[in-house]
Structures are given as structure tokens and as C-alpha cells.
């Protein structure tokens, strides 16, 4: 059972980087159970706030419900017991329910509402989707605004105003009215959490809207890199975030565009280049060429021996 009540572990998350962790698959693409643990292991030893188990970045739509529960438990098994980890949640209602029970089963301290699967969503539909899984568990929830997932302010309120334990707002959109409005007119009632691919892009003009966090899925390869960032940020340095946005993060977005889906493949690809290999990506994803890989090398060297 978790330490952590809604309250706290939103003060938590708030307060450093956030860890989204590849997972791992053998060349079978079953999932390589030993080598997600040591690579949570490896990542949660470093100061992040928190880890998201199997969310967009650790391809959460390409696991089995099945295969979720083995992640996130793999991952509560790996990571500190004062380290928060949160489980997804995900497709329609009812399956996002039983994930988000299956949470406080496996020993997660929060829930990561991903968008539901397939269908365009009215925002009475969000709004009922939401709050069924916020009344399914004790634990505090993130909702994922993304995709089919796009809240208005209206709807958003109303989940406040509703739902006790629902303490995140992660914005994979990029809507700046609403995260100034959130900022504005909700007094910090909820969590703001940058989301977008590759969120270092935008950290520093979102921390202005309230967002003291992120989601980094460059943290996954180059974890010192991605925390002297994250401290920079917070600094409020901008020479140094525009330094370290010129010398990686925008060369990486450069090769990163080249493919589709490919804002996971490279995180994948970029553990390779470091001697950590977690493996393929799953289909519908598709892995760099070799080509590809050979340019995000010679950046990472480059960034790596400066
Ligand atoms: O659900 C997810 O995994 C994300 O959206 C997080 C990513 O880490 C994203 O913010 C990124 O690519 O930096």
C-alpha cells in the first residue's frame, strides 16, 4: 500500500523532473522483465519526483492489460519506497477502471489517465470517463490531455470541483489558453505538468503558466544532461536552457521529425547509443534506421564529451 494520499504526492511530482521509462522487449518483443528493473532501478536513483510506468513513452498502447500489472509492478519493485510511482490507466471506461484498482493493487502511488482508445469524445463523455476512474480509487489521478482527450476549462473545473483525489493536468497538446486559464482560475487546485513530445522544448516559456514539471524522455538516456536542464529551468537561466536546446535538444528534434512515432523510437535508440539497449520498439511503432541511429551517436558523443 502507498505512503502517499492525493495531497502529497502532488506535492511531490510538482517539486522535480518526472521519470517516464522506456520498457523494455526481447528481439521476440515479449517483454524483458530484468532489464526494465535495472533500468528503473538506474533511473530512480537519480533525484526525479517520480516514475510513470508504461505512459506514452514506455508504450502503454502496445501492452496487454496483463502486461501492464507486470510493468508497473516491476517498476514498484525497482524504484525507492520514498520514490512515487505511477501506474497508467487507459482505453475505454471499464478497462481504464479495472487498471486504475489494479494501481493501488500493485503498490502505485498515483494513476496516469491516457486518452481512451479510438473514439472522438464529447466533453460530457470526458468528464463521465474521468470521473468514473477518480470514484474507482483512493489514489490521486493525472489526466493526460492529449489526442481524443481534449478537455475545455469548463471540464476541467467541473472534475475539480467533483473529484477529490484528481490532482494532474499533463498538457501533450501544447493549448496555452487553457494552461493559462488552469494557472489563472484555478489557484493551484491541480498539478500542471508539461507534456508534449520531447517537453524540454518548451519547459522554460511553461514555467511562466504555473508548470513546475515535466515529463522527460531524453532523462532516459542522458539523465544527467536531462536534470542539468530541468535545474536551469527552474533557475529561470535562460542562457543555459538556450545553450543546451541549441548544443542537443533541437539538433535531436531535427532527426527525431524524420518518422512517425518516432518521439519513442529515438528514446529507445538513444539508450542503445549509450550501451543500455532496451530493445525494439513494438509495432505500431517502428524503429531509426541505421543511419539515423549513427546521427543521434555522434550527437550524443558530442553532448556527452563537452
Ligand atoms: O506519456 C508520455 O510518456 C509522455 O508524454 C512523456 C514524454 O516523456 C514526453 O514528455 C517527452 O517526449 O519528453
Not at 473529484?163 to 494557472?183: A, E, Q
Request: glycine share 10%; charged share 20%; aromatic share 8%.
Amino acid at each position: 500500500m502507498t505512503s502517499f494520499s492525493p495531497e502529497s504526492l502532488r506535492t511531490t511530482l510538482g517539486a522535480g523532473l518526472l521519470c517516464f521509462p522506456v520498457t523494455h522487449a526481447r528481439p521476440d518483443l515479449t517483454f524483458d522483465e530484468e532489464g526494465y528493473r535495472a533500468h528503473v532501478a538506474w533511473q530512480s536513483s537519480y533525484p526525479v519526483s517520480g516514475v510513470f510506468a508504461a505512459g506514452g513513452t514506455g508504450e502503454f498502447v502496445s501492452l496487454t492489460p496483463d502486461e501492464v500489472g507486470r510493468v508497473v509492478r516491476a517498476a514498484v519493485a525497482a524504484t525507492p519506497a520514498e520514490k512515487p510511482v505511477v501506474a497508467p490507466a487507459g482505453y475505454g471506461t471499464a478497462q481504464a477502471v479495472a487498471m486504475a484498482r489494479d494501481a493501488e493493487a500493485a503498490g502505485a502511488a498515483g494513476v496516469f489517465l491516457l486518452p481512451p482508445y479510438l473514439t472522438e469524445v464529447s466533453q460530457e463523455g470526458l468528464v463521465a470517463h474521468v470521473r468514473a476512474v477518480c470514484e474507482a480509487t483512493e489514489l490521486g489521478v493525472i489526466v493526460y490531455h492529449r489526442a481524443n482527450a481534449a478537455f475545455g476549462f469548463d471540464a476541467v473545473r467541473e472534475l475539480t470541483d467533483s473529484c477529490p483525489n484528481l490532482i494532474g493536468f499533463k498538457d501533450g497538446i501544447g493549448d496555452v489558453d487553457l494552461m493559462t486559464r488552469i494557472h489563472a482560475g484555478l489557484d493551484g487546485r491541480l498539478l500542471s505538468v508539461g507534456g508534449l513530445p520531447t517537453a524540454e522544448t518548451y519547459a522554460l516559456p511553461y514555467l511562466e503558466m504555473g508548470v513546475t514539471t515535466y515529463s522527460s524522455a531524453i532523462f532516459n538516456f542522458l539523465p544527467e544532461f536531462a536534470l542539468d536542464f530541468y535545474t536551469a529551468v527552474r533557475a529561470r537561466d535562460a542562457a543555459t536552457v538556450y545553450r543546451k536546446l541549441n548544443e542537443f535538444v533541437l539538433p535531436y528534434l531535427t532527426i527525431r521529425d524524420r518518422g512517425v512515432g518516432y518521439a519513442v523510437s529515438i528514446v529507445k535508440a538513444g539508450l542503445a547509443v549509450v550501451g543500455r539497449d532496451p530493445g525494439p520498439v513494438r509495432p505500431p511503432l517502428t524503429d531509426l534506421t541505421p543511419a539515423e541511429r549513427g546521427e543521434l551517436r555522434a550527437l550524443v558523443e558530442k553532448v556527452t564529451s563537452a
